[in-house]
């Protein structure tokens, strides 16, 4: 049974810097692609980030482009969010997930991709 637990949420001021941690239970998370996903109250899932089994390709949603920093450390069966200049509208509750990847990477932002799930991280950003 995979499991995946995030940390790392909190409040914090617009403008500040945050770091999530995904940490994935067993000995196959470099045969997995994962992937940062939000959810805001009302809203639907939405991707954030998505990084490669090797951690060499990554992916963006266009809103956090530039901002957010998505990584791996095998070794450490972690994935991270680095998140900078935090805005009101990224207050939401951050889910990391994982699929089995395939022989070549290729990024997808459906949640349905996905084949596991943490239970999620709040964050939110004041003014």
């Known amino acids: 049974q995979v499991q995946l637990v995030e940390s790392g949420g909190g409040l914090v001021q617009a403008g500040d810097s945050l770091r999530l941690s995904c940490v994935v239970s067993?000995?196959?998370?470099?045969?997995?692609?994962m992937a940062w996903f939000r959810q805001a109250p009302g809203a639907e899932r939405e991707f954030v980030a998505d990084?490669?089994?090797?951690?060499?390709?990554?992916n963006y949603a266009d809103s956090v482009q530039g901002r957010f920093s998505i990584s791996r450390d095998n070794a450490k069966n972690t994935m991270y969010l680095q998140m900078n200049s935090l805005r009101l509208e990224d207050t939401a509750v951050y889910y990391c997930?994982?699929?089995?990847?395939?022989?070549?990477?290729?990024?997808?932002?459906?949640?349905?991709?996905?084949?596991?799930w943490g239970q999620g991280t709040q964050v939110t950003v004041s003014s």
């Open positions: 997930a994982a699929r089995h990847a395939g022989y070549y990477y290729s990024p997808t932002e459906r949640p349905s991709d996905y084949d596991y």
């Open positions: 067993g000995r196959t998370f470099r045969t997995y692609n």
């Open positions: 990084i490669s089994d090797n951690g060499h390709s990554t």
